[in-house]
């Protein structure tokens, strides 16, 4: 049924059954039905023994703040980022005292757990970080050139084997040309994506 729903193959069953054999089977009134369909159409031979996903184990670095300046807050989070983390939030919390405050938090590869871990300690006013190992299971991800009437802008696209799932514009290209061709960057956006699918127009029939 996903497989039916997600790539929107027609299933035609051949023949139905009601599972009785042309026997009277009282005192049931509803027996029940089942059907032979012929193998899904549009879909790879091999897409049950593709690798749909990629999984790594990652560690997570929480701390909870509660008396430091949301510039400080910002500037450690860009620090982050820019020393290996594969991604950064804060969120807010109320802690103990009923005093607001700030989760920070960001996921790393394994051999830069001691250098964020520093560098939190280092920039931020906590004094303990919490530090805990995590399974990540992601599909695959490229990047892609498309061309659009303004100019050209990278395309992320993920996929669920070799199908398509998620297809988005990369946020800086496209503000950073929308800013210089003096256009909504919504428009901007929005062609990007369907240039992708203008230029892989083989994909149509999967969505």
């Not at 299933?11 to 009277?24: A, V």
């Not at 184990?57 to 008396?67: G, M, Y």
């Not at 009437?149 to 084997?161: A, F, T």
């Amino acid at each position: 049924m996903f497989l039916a729903t997600r790539f929107r193959t027609p299933i035609r069953p051949k023949f139905l059954t009601n599972g009785s054999h042309g026997k009277r089977l009282a005192p049931n009134p509803m027996p029940t039905r089942s059907a032979s369909c012929p193998p899904c159409q549009g879909l790879s031979a091999n897409f049950g023994q593709q690798k749909l996903f990629e999984i790594e184990t990652l560690f997570v670095l929480e701390t909870n703040i509660d008396d430091m300046s949301p510039q400080v807050l910002a500037f450690t989070m860009e620090e982050l980022l820019a020393s290996g983390g594969l991604d950064v939030w804060a969120a807010p919390v109320l802690m103990k005292k009923n005093r607001s405050g700030t989760i920070l938090g960001v996921i790393c590869n394994a051999r830069c757990v001691k250098e964020l871990t520093e560098l939190i300690f280092r920039e931020t006013t906590t004094l303990g970080v919490r530090v805990r190992s995590c399974k990540r299971v992601s599909v695959h991800r490229q990047n892609q050139l498309v061309s659009t009437r303004w100019g050209p802008v990278q395309i992320k696209v993920g996929s669920l084997g070799e199908y398509p799932i998620n297809v988005q514009a990369e946020y800086e290209d496209c503000a950073e040309l929308a800013r210089r061709r003096k256009v909504p960057l919504k428009d901007l956006l929005r062609e990007a994506v369907h240039s992708y699918y203008r230029e892989n127009s083989d994909h149509e029939a999967w969505r």
